[in-house]
T-cell receptor, first 111, second 113 residues
Framework: NAGVTQTPKFRVLKTGQSMTLLCAQD?????MYWYRQDPGMGLRLIHY???????AKGEVPDGYNVSRLKKQNFLLGLESAAPSQTSVYFC??????????FGSGTRLTVV | GEDVEQSLFLSVREGDSSVINCTYT??????LYWYKQEPGAGLQLLTY?????DMKQDQRLTVLLNKKDKHLSLRIADTQTGDSAIYFC?????????????FGGGTRVLVKP
């Protein structure tokens, strides 16, 4: 009963470093999403994917890249981390309709 | 684009009812949701309502939807200290690309004993 798994759960980066967050789902969902959560601002959509090999920009895409090479995985990359990217990142998946499954989050601090 | 608004904070006494309000702008919203987030935790789906409904009840939770005014509310009956959390309103539309969820900023609910 894994659902959506995010790795890592915590990470501290120095400004300018790069990293990749991994999201994996085992429900064969077509749609996958990356959100960031900042205090008082709810969750804002960074990028999303409507199927294997496709990606699209969300509300706050700058500074991030994504890839969906396999249907079950959605990767979020930070090429050159900035302190403004300190946040909690959530991945989610959906198969149309109302059922969204969220991962447990990745807490990222950029110093 | 779509916008979802919520008040920031609500304080309530244990045993009273809580009402959390939300407004949205997307007239093509298909589903509207309430999520709960406890400190340091992920998102827990509490309930959702289809846009052609005006009310949904699930144990202590009652959701009211006024589609004309684009207003959604969540009533928690007999509020307990374990209900202290941040509550997020969200909406999705099957007409929108990617069936994206759009969230409000969250309402922090504090339950006082």
């Amino acid at each position: 009963n894994a659902g959506v798994t995010q790795t890592p759960k915590f990470r501290v980066l120095k400004t300018g470093q790069s990293m990749t967050l991994l999201c994996a789902q085992d429900m064969n969902h077509e749609y996958m999403y990356w959100y960031r959560q900042d205090p008082g601002m709810g969750l804002r959509l960074i990028h999303y994917s409507v199927g294997e090999g496709t990606t699209a920009k969300g509300e706050v895409p700058d500074g991030y890249n994504v890839s969906r090479l396999k249907k079950q995985n959605f990767l979020l990359g930070l090429e050159s981390a900035a302190p403004s990217q300190t946040s909690v990142y959530f991945c989610a998946s959906n198969q149309a309709g109302a059922g969204y499954t969220f991962g447990s989050g990745t807490r990222l601090t950029v110093v | 684009g779509e916008d979802v608004e919520q008040s920031l904070f609500l304080s309530v006494r244990e045993g009273d009812s809580s009402v959390i309000n939300c407004t949205y702008t997307d007239s093509s919203s298909t589903y509207l949701y309430w999520y709960k987030q406890e400190p340091g935790a992920g998102l827990q789906l509490l309930t959702y309502i289809f846009s052609n409904m005006d009310m949904k009840q699930d144990q202590r939770l009652t959701v009211l939807l006024n589609k004309k005014d684009k207003h959604l509310s969540l009533r928690i009956a007999d509020t307990q200290t374990g209900d202290s959390a941040i509550y997020f309103c969200a909406e999705s539309s099957i007409k929108a690309a990617g069936n994206k969820l759009t969230f409000g900023g969250g309402t922090r609910v504090l339950v006082k004993p």
